[in-house]
């Protein structure tokens, strides 16, 4: 017996809204007696951290640390469907709980169809039940771990690997052939695939824009040092008294929003403060992605830091502006240098589910230097700016989608829950600093979880105002002409953490510079550089505000 799934018209990725459909092939080659055939569209959000070094529970009561107390974990079924091809297309109908059949030798199929939904659903009890005869309500071990959970109800997250052994986020169709012989085990297939999903709703556009400042200013009475090359050449200009000084503007629009396999849409701005006779000239320009990702499972958190580098461009001597313009004059730099560089397809969204989230700046650093024409210049200031941003997927949301929550009354907010968890410590991978002794978070016995809506049952919070399930009952996703690319370093056949052969425990690094989420990504400490040298001004921090 042989079982495999065969997707129908496959995406590169799959989006919120999207059907998934497809064929369970079932090859047999002599008669075979089985019960049913289940299929199961399952997501997982899964990390796992190792606690730091005398932070165990209970190490007052014993003297070995086993792999269990030592290793932090936590599996949240962000998405769990269960549909029954065989005998029964429908779920609900267990007049067949119980009975056999018997199958002749051939290929049988039997289709499947899913919808993919918004919101992730490892808070809801009836999203976890996994079939009459699971025990515990139906929800089974699995769904009852889920509900000693600190849950978060938000978009379903994209797919997430690059981090062995720590964290990722993955997406599957699971086939099972149940067999009713206790000498025959049951056959089992899965088949991964990417995720991404649909952007919220982007603000109306305005002329606003965010920017981060620095000002600079060039030290006078320095002579160039241009090389002759030849005796008949002349000598250097000799540079005048007053040296130029000015401010440099990174601007994006507001709020501050890049996009998947899209440009960044930087306007760079410098303004002279001086008169001077010289010229100043952008020798320089790095424009670098930080993405911050935040692993939290049970009591210890870790923060990873990713970078892509977007543009590293030296040796240039590109002159801004005239000697000859007034003071305060605006000058807008060649967005030709950037414009054409889209991000990569490793940029995941920034996404928020119940134990990981992703975050983002973009930092700009723009190297100056002045003298003449012609003439290398004699100094080099280099400033970084830097944004908090959001990176959204690129894929729009339907207009009836819009329509529908645009007619939702918008009732009063919500009271603030009282939260009884304690504080979480962070320690980044980018730090030297042992982290401190995390807290045994207050709560009831694992063995025996509170019931649900008690006081010390697991916190669910709210999303703020977005898209709902029921809204989009009967929408879909419509795309034109094939879909972007998303990797994510995201191998969707790839066992997963618990499996064997993929290790018991997160292998981190031994070094803070580890590898990244995929081609052109290097992760370790920020490469936060100073003003460079010469006199770089006084630091405003570079940081974002609103024009």
């Given at each position: 017996?042989?079982?495999?799934?065969q997707?129908?018209?496959?995406?590169?990725?799959?989006?919120?809204?999207?059907?998934?459909?497809?064929?369970i092939?079932?090859?047999?080659?002599?008669?075979?007696?089985?019960?049913?055939?289940?299929?199961?569209?399952?997501?997982e959000?899964?990390?796992?951290?190792?606690?730091?070094?005398?932070?165990?529970?209970?190490?007052?009561?014993?003297?070995r640390?086993?792999?269990r107390?030592?290793?932090?974990?936590?599996?949240?079924?962000?998405?769990?469907?269960?549909?029954?091809?065989?005998?029964?297309?429908?779920?609900?109908?267990?007049?067949?709980?119980?009975?056999?059949?018997?199958?002749?030798?051939?290929?049988h199929e039997?289709?499947?169809?899913?919808?993919?939904?918004?919101?992730?659903?490892?808070a809801?009890?009836?999203?976890?039940?996994?079939?009459?005869?699971?025990?515990?309500?139906?929800l089974?071990?699995g769904?009852?771990?889920?509900?000693?959970?600190?849950h978060?109800?938000?978009?379903?997250?994209?797919?997430?690997t690059?981090?062995?052994?720590?964290?990722?986020?993955?997406?599957y169709?699971?086939?099972?052939?149940?067999r009713?012989?206790l000498?025959?085990?049951?056959?089992?297939?899965a088949?991964g695939?990417?995720f991404?999903?649909?952007?919220?709703?982007?603000?109306?556009?305005?002329?606003?824009?965010?920017?981060?400042?620095?000002?600079?200013?060039?030290?006078?009475?320095?002579?160039?040092?241009?090389?002759?090359?030849?005796?008949?050449?002349k000598?250097?200009?000799?540079l005048?008294?007053?040296?130029?000084?000015?401010?440099?503007?990174?601007?994006?629009?507001?709020?501050?929003?890049?996009?998947c396999?899209e440009p960044?849409?930087?306007?760079?701005?410098?303004?002279k403060?001086t008169?001077?006779?010289?010229?100043?000239?952008?020798?320089?320009?790095?424009?670098?992605?930080f993405g911050?990702?935040?692993?939290?499972?049970?009591?210890?958190?870790?923060?990873e830091?990713?970078?892509?580098?977007?543009?590293?461009s030296n040796?240039?001597?590109?002159?801004?502006g005239?000697?000859?313009?007034?003071?305060?004059?605006e000058?807008?730099?060649?967005?030709?240098?950037?414009?054409?560089?889209?991000?990569?397809?490793?940029v995941?969204?920034?996404?928020?589910?119940?134990?990981?989230?992703?975050?983002y700046?973009?930092?700009?650093?723009?190297?100056?230097g002045?003298?003449?024409?012609?003439?290398?210049?004699?100094?080099?200031?280099?400033?970084p700016?830097?944004?908090?941003?959001?990176?959204?997927?690129?894929?729009?949301?339907?207009?009836?989608?819009?329509?529908?929550?645009?007619?939702q009354?918008?009732?009063?907010?919500?009271?603030?829950?009282?939260?009884?968890?304690?504080?979480?410590?962070?320690?980044?991978?980018?730090?030297?600093?042992?982290?401190?002794?995390?807290?045994?978070?207050?709560?009831?016995?694992p063995?025996?979880?509170?019931?649900?809506g008690?006081?010390?049952?697991?916190?669910?919070?709210?999303?703020p105002?977005?898209?709902?399930?029921?809204?989009?009952?009967?929408?879909?996703?419509t795309t034109?002409?094939?879909?972007?690319?998303?990797?994510?370093?995201?191998?969707?056949?790839?066992?997963?953490?618990?499996?064997?052969?993929?290790?018991?425990?997160?292998?981190?690094s031994?070094?803070?510079?580890?590898?990244g989420?995929g081609?052109?990504g290097?992760?370790?400490r920020?490469?936060?550089?100073?003003?460079?040298?010469?006199?770089?001004?006084?630091?405003?921090?570079?940081?974002?505000?609103?024009?």
């Amino acid at each position: 017996m042989s079982v495999r799934i065969q997707f129908d018209n496959p995406h590169s990725f799959y989006t919120n809204l999207d059907f998934i459909s497809g064929r369970i092939i079932l090859s047999l080659t002599t008669e075979e007696t089985i019960q049913a055939v289940v299929v199961k569209l399952e997501g997982e959000s899964r990390t796992q951290l190792m606690r730091p070094v005398g932070a165990t529970p209970n190490s007052n009561f014993h003297t070995r640390r086993d792999t269990r107390q030592t290793v932090a974990g936590e599996n949240h079924k962000i998405l769990y469907k269960v549909n029954q091809v065989f005998p029964s297309p429908n779920p609900s109908q267990h007049t067949s709980l119980g009975l056999s059949y018997t199958l002749r030798p051939g290929q049988h199929e039997y289709p499947f169809r899913f919808k993919m939904p918004f919101n992730n659903g490892c808070a809801d009890p009836g999203s976890q039940q996994m079939g009459p005869g699971s025990g515990f309500g139906g929800l089974g071990l699995g769904g009852l771990a889920q509900m000693q959970y600190r849950h978060v109800r938000k978009t379903l997250p994209p797919s997430l690997t690059g981090f062995p052994g720590e964290a990722e986020v993955r997406y599957y169709i699971k086939c099972t052939v149940q067999r009713p012989s206790l000498f025959k085990e049951n056959r089992r297939s899965a088949v991964g695939f990417k995720f991404l999903p649909i952007e919220p709703p982007r603000p109306e556009p305005t002329t606003n824009e965010a920017y981060a400042r620095r000002p600079f200013a060039f030290q006078a009475g320095l002579s160039s040092y241009a090389k002759k090359t030849s005796m008949f050449k002349k000598n250097p200009t000799k540079l005048s008294e007053t040296a130029p000084s000015g401010e440099i503007d990174a601007r994006l629009p507001s709020p501050p929003i890049l996009t998947c396999n899209e440009p960044v849409p930087l306007r760079l701005i410098a303004r002279k403060l001086t008169e001077s006779p010289e010229n100043i000239f952008l020798v320089s320009l790095q424009i670098h992605l930080f993405g911050h990702t935040e692993v939290r499972a049970q009591d210890v958190a870790r923060k990873e830091t990713s970078t892509w580098v977007l543009l590293s461009s030296n040796g240039l001597s590109i002159p801004i502006g005239s000697p000859s313009d007034p003071v305060k004059t605006e000058t807008v730099l060649d967005q030709s240098i950037w414009d054409q560089i889209p991000l990569p397809n490793t940029v995941a969204p920034s996404f928020q589910t119940c134990n990981l989230s992703r975050s983002y700046e973009l930092e700009v650093r723009v190297g100056l230097g002045y003298g003449v024409i012609g003439q290398i210049q004699p100094q080099t200031i280099t400033l970084p700016l830097r944004f908090k941003v959001d990176v959204y997927s690129g894929i729009k949301p339907p207009a009836a989608l819009l329509d529908a929550m645009a007619s939702q009354p918008h009732g009063p907010p919500l009271p603030v829950r009282p939260s009884n968890l304690t504080h979480i410590p962070v320690f980044s991978s980018t730090s030297n600093i042992s982290p401190p002794t995390p807290v045994a978070p207050l709560g009831a016995d694992p063995l025996y979880p509170p019931q649900l809506g008690t006081p010390a049952a697991a916190i669910v919070e709210d999303a703020p105002p977005s898209y709902e399930d029921a809204m989009a009952e009967n929408i879909s996703v419509t795309t034109d002409g094939p879909r972007g690319e998303y990797s994510g370093v995201t191998d969707v056949d790839a066992p997963n953490m618990d499996e064997k052969g993929a290790g018991a425990t997160p292998r981190y690094s031994t070094i803070f510079n580890r590898g990244g989420d995929g081609a052109g990504g290097v992760s370790g400490r920020d490469a936060r550089g100073g003003p460079g040298r010469g006199a770089g001004g006084k630091d405003d921090e570079g940081r974002g505000a609103v024009v």
